[in-house]
């Protein structure tokens, strides 16, 4: 995969996230996944990368994916692959449908002001809507280290107001699901100002913090649920 498609699929901090597509790629079989769904897709960089495997794909956020997402598909001749609808991740209209559900990072603005019920209700929502067998496929923002914490604070407009998961958290989460594997990443790639700075972090992170720092101080869970 080139640095540029990455790009599109990730969006941002590309190298600590994108860890999550190698993840992925790696750890399901493709010949058998038959259709996908992405939730809170905003400008389609998951929908991108599931299409560009030849997999029907519907691509939603709360209201008007297709306006935010589409140019994108366009851009990469995968648009015949994908439909577009408005689906609220707490109210999924399916069941027993999907081979694959995957997002990236909604669970913690899902759960604004505290709303715990709203980000579990996602999950339940999510195996509502998998086929018997189903794979979610997630990475999300966790809550880290009281320095990321307070510098969301003070940096980032909603820092104040997302409610950032923990790993204990997930795990509760995925409880309905027959098996998952979570994995998290990332301590320094966050801090960058721009790309390049945070492709170096993120660099240091793989080489040094990754392996020695506790989980609970990194800022990304990544893995695989099965329905």
């Known amino acids: 995969m080139t640095n540029k498609l990455t790009t599109d699929i990730i969006q941002w901090d590309i190298k600590s996230w994108s860890r999550a597509l190698k993840y992925w790629d790696n750890n399901i079989d493709w ?133 950032y998961v923990s790993i204990k958290e997930m795990k509760i989460f995925l409880k309905d699901f027959s098996s998952y594997d979570i994995n998290s990443t990332g301590v320094l790639g966050t801090f960058g100002r721009n790309e390049s700075q945070r492709n170096l972090l993120s660099t240091f992170d793989e080489l040094i913090l990754n392996k020695v720092c506790p989980d609970n101080w990194k800022y990304i869970s990544y893995g695989i649920a099965v329905k």
Not at 72 to 79: A, D, P
Request: hydrophobic share 35%; charged share 25%; aromatic share 10%.
């Open 31 to 163: 010949n058998i996944i038959q259709n996908g769904l992405e939730l809170g897709g905003r400008e389609g960089g998951l929908s991108l990368w599931l299409a560009l495997k030849n997999k029907p794909t519907v691509c939603s956020d709360l209201k008007d994916v297709k306006i935010t997402a589409e140019p994108l598909h366009i851009r990469h001749n995968v648009n015949e692959l994908i439909k577009y609808q408005d689906i609220d991740a707490t109210n999924i209209p399916y069941e027993n449908h999907f081979d694959i559900i995957i997002f990236k990072s909604i669970i913690g603005g899902i759960g604004s002001n505290n709303n715990y019920e709203k980000q579990e209700k996602v999950f339940k929502e999510i195996h509502k809507a998998l086929k018997p067998g189903g794979k979610l496929l997630f990475a999300e923002n966790l809550i880290a280290s009281p320095f990321h914490q307070q510098l969301r604070k003070k940096f980032v407009n909603w820092g104040g107001t997302w409610r």
